[in-house]
Nanobody
Framework: QVQLVESGGGLVQPGGSLRLSCAISGDYYAIGWFRQAPGKEREGVSTISRSTGNIFYADSVKGRFTISNDNAKNTVYLQMNSLEPEDTAVYYC???????????????WGQGTQVTVSS
């Protein structure tokens, strides 16, 4: 059993930054960050493999978002820079068996944290 708790969401102006945290209890192979905006399908944002360190990003966030992990704290971070209104969504972290942006590979999900980018 894996439990995940996200934090760090909030309201930020366009061009601003936020750092999301995902605190994890239990063993996992990969952590993914996903987001879902109202009326839209859930989208894979980034993922990191705990063992290999492999990292992947969605094209929409490349160059703006950075995923990292602190194994000592069992926490994965998502640093989000140059935020745009289109980044507004509920962001979820998830634990799964494969570092992929496809949500079906993830078995455990956090409760989500709201990110709103607006002036």
């Amino acid at each position: 059993q894996v439990q995940l708790v996200e934090s760090g969401g909030g309201l930020v102006q366009p061009g601003g930054s936020l750092r999301l945290s995902c605190a994890i209890s239990g063993d996992y192979y990969a952590i993914g960050w996903f987001r879902q905006a109202p009326g839209k399908e859930r989208e894979g944002v980034s993922t990191i493999s705990r063992s290999t360190g492999n990292i992947f990003y969605a094209d929409s966030v490349k160059g703006r978002f950075t995923i990292s992990n602190d194994n000592a704290k069992n926490t994965v971070y998502l640093q989000m820079n140059s935020l745009e209104p289109e980044d507004t969504a509920v962001y979820y972290c998830a634990a799964g068996a494969r570092a992929t942006l496809m949500s079906q590979w993830y078995d455990y999900w956090g409760q989500g944290t709201q990110v709103t980018v607006s002036s």
